[in-house]
């Protein structure tokens, strides 16, 4: 079974993340290609640069993780395993890791959480609502706005740390988290407009949501942001006849629709940047080889 995912993974070329260590905080992980299967091993080459394998790393395992599509019209599901280095080649770029006994396809979470890129970062507005504390208000709302961000790209990858079709997770700068506090206290409500870019002008990805603080995380180092995490409660339904809906089970599945096909986007263009490093490597390796050398007398 084993053999047969590797060997899939083989033909679409898949990417391969290693982690050489959860705790190293500067790249913990190697992406790689995969190159083939030989015999009872997997030979993976990694085409960064700046990084070269030890041999001290043979004989040692290391948790892999590889995205691989088993039916044409389904989502690549996420596999790992735990793998033995076996070699490291002479470019100590490539190395062969012995296939293992098994392979465990991760369950793929319905709400992915996903670190945008700057070309999908999204505007976005929040206001606090809150109801009035009053008998006599009781049926009114307060409401503040805390957060709109439009074409501000900077402040906006700052802010958006992941988000998910069942809410988001937010980094605020110190004195906005100050000045609006009490609007962001665990279990508060508030409004959420959030508009993505489309292809055209005319073709942008709007939502709107009722959501609720479900989490603050606020350090003591003043040098680091405070963090709130967002869950969508109910969302608001397009068209004539748009109604909120409650979305706390399974997230907005529009949301999703869009989340999962910028996902797939980000792991292609990984393929294929790591595909063209391969196949500039090899022309400038057959380049050295027919280049003529220099009679020496």
């Keep these: 079974m084993a053999a ?20 190293q905080a500067n790249e913990p992980f190697r992406y790689m290609v995969c190159r083939g299967v030989q015999g009872d091993s997997v030979v993976l080459a990694c085409w960064d640069p700046n990084h070269n394998f030890r041999k001290a790393l043979e004989q040692q395992e290391f948790p892999f993780r590889f995205l691989l599509q088993t039916q044409a019209d389904k989502f690549p599901r996420l596999h790992k395993f735990q793998g033995r280095i076996t070699a490291i080649h002479q470019d100590c770029k490539t190395i062969t890791v012995a296939i293992p006994e098994s392979i465990t396809v991760l369950e793929q979470r319905r709400n992915i959480r996903l670190k945008l890129q700057r070309r999908h970062l999204p505007s976005l507005s929040i206001w606090g609502v809150a109801r009035g504390k009053s008998e006599s208000q009781s049926k009114l709302v307060e409401q503040r706005l805390l957060i709109e961000l439009t074409d501000q790209a900077d402040e906006m990858q700052a802010l958006l740390k992941n988000i998910s079709a069942g809410g988001m997770r937010l980094a605020l700068p110190r004195h906005v988290y100050a000045q609006h506090e009490p609007w962001l206290a665990q279990n508060g409500r508030l409004l959420v407009r959030l508009t993505f870019p489309g292809e055209e002008s005319d073709q942008e990805h709007a939502y709107e949501f009722i959501a609720k603080v479900s989490n603050t995380l606020v350090k003591d180092d003043v040098t680091t942001c405070p963090e709130i995490g967002v869950q969508f409660l109910s969302a608001l339904g397009k068209g004539l006849q748009s109604r909120w809906r409650d979305v706390r089970a399974d997230g907005c599945l529009d949301l999703l629709k869009l989340l999962q096909a910028y996902q797939l986007e980000y792991y292609r263009d990984l393929k294929k940047n790591l595909l063209l490093r391969e196949d500039a490597a090899c022309r400038s390796s057959v380049a050295a080889e027919s280049w003529p050398r220099s009679n020496v007398r």
Excluded at 4 to 23: H, P
């Design 4 to 23: 047969n995912l590797l060997g899939l993974a083989a033909q679409q070329q898949a990417i391969f993340q290693l982690t050489i260590s959860a705790q």
